[in-house]
Nanobody, 124 residues
């Protein structure tokens, strides 16, 4: 069992930055790939970014590539999402997730554990 708790969300103006954090507890964190997903009101959950636990490779949705950066600190059981140049369309609830896989990390169905989410609101 892995427990995930997100933090760092909030209200920011367009063009601003936020850093989301996800604290993990429970099983060995280093053996889990980690992903960030988001869901805006009335929309389906969508992939944002992921980091492979084995190779450290990172993956991004086209909509955030070049603006967002995912990272992890296995010693602290933390994963981060640095979000720069935020746009109003980035407004959503952001959730982190953990998976014992190294492929198909863009698919939410592949993840085993989820956090409750943190709200990010970007004003224009």
């Amino acid at each position: 069992q892995v427990q995930l708790v997100e933090s760092g969300g909030g209200l920011v103006q367009a063009g601003g930055s936020l850093r989301l954090s996800c604290a993990a507890s429970g099983r060995t964190f280093s053996g889990y790939s980690m992903g960030w997903f988001r869901q805006a009101p009335g929309k389906e959950r969508e992939f944002v970014s992921a980091i492979n636990w084995s190779s450290g490779m990172t993956y991004y949705a086209d909509s955030v590539a070049g603006r967002f950066t995912i990272s992890r600190d296995n010693a602290k059981n933390m994963v981060y999402l640095q979000m720069n140049s935020l746009k109003p369309e980035d407004t959503a609830v952001y959730s982190c997730a953990a998976a014992r896989i190294v492929t198909a990390l863009r698919s939410s169905s592949r993840y085993d554990y989820w956090g409750q989410g943190t709200q990010v609101t970007v004003s224009s």
